[in-house]
């Protein structure tokens, strides 16, 4: 399971403000390169179509699915702490388990709204 954990508008390219809902996975325990432990959680973004007091609405419901890393096309990433510029290959992405997508369409969401 996911968590809709908060919304950001956004700008498309062609100009246009939409929201996207920033999805964030379970705690996990990782291990540092200086051998220390952390914990930390996976997140991503994802494209809705909904107004903002919808994506309002919608934080903390969960989503059946998990946040896994694929790799796509090279880009460059500003490390806002340090400025240090590094190429990327990979990113977070939100990945429905099977039959996600139906079973959280049947869900009673939007009644609340």
Not at 11 to 22: E, N, R, V
Not at 37 to 45: D, H, P
Request: glycine fraction near 6%; aromatic fraction near 8%; proline fraction near 5%.
């Amino acid at each position: 399971m996911v968590k809709i954990v908060d919304y950001k508008e956004r700008i498309s390219s062609d100009g246009k403000p939409f929201m996207a809902l920033i999805l964030q996975g379970g705690v996990e325990i990782i291990e540092s390169a200086t051998g220390r432990m952390y914990a930390t959680a996976r997140k991503t973004s994802m494209v809705s179509s909904f107004d903002e007091p919808t994506c309002k609405m919608l934080i903390g419901q969960d989503i059946p699915g998990t946040i896994e890393k694929v790799e796509c096309d090279p880009y460059e990433y500003t490390n806002p702490t340090t400025g240090e510029v590094t190429v990327l290959e990979e990113r977070w992405e939100y990945i429905p388990e099977a039959s996600a997508v139906e079973a959280f369409n049947n869900q009673d969401v939007m009644q609340t709204v």
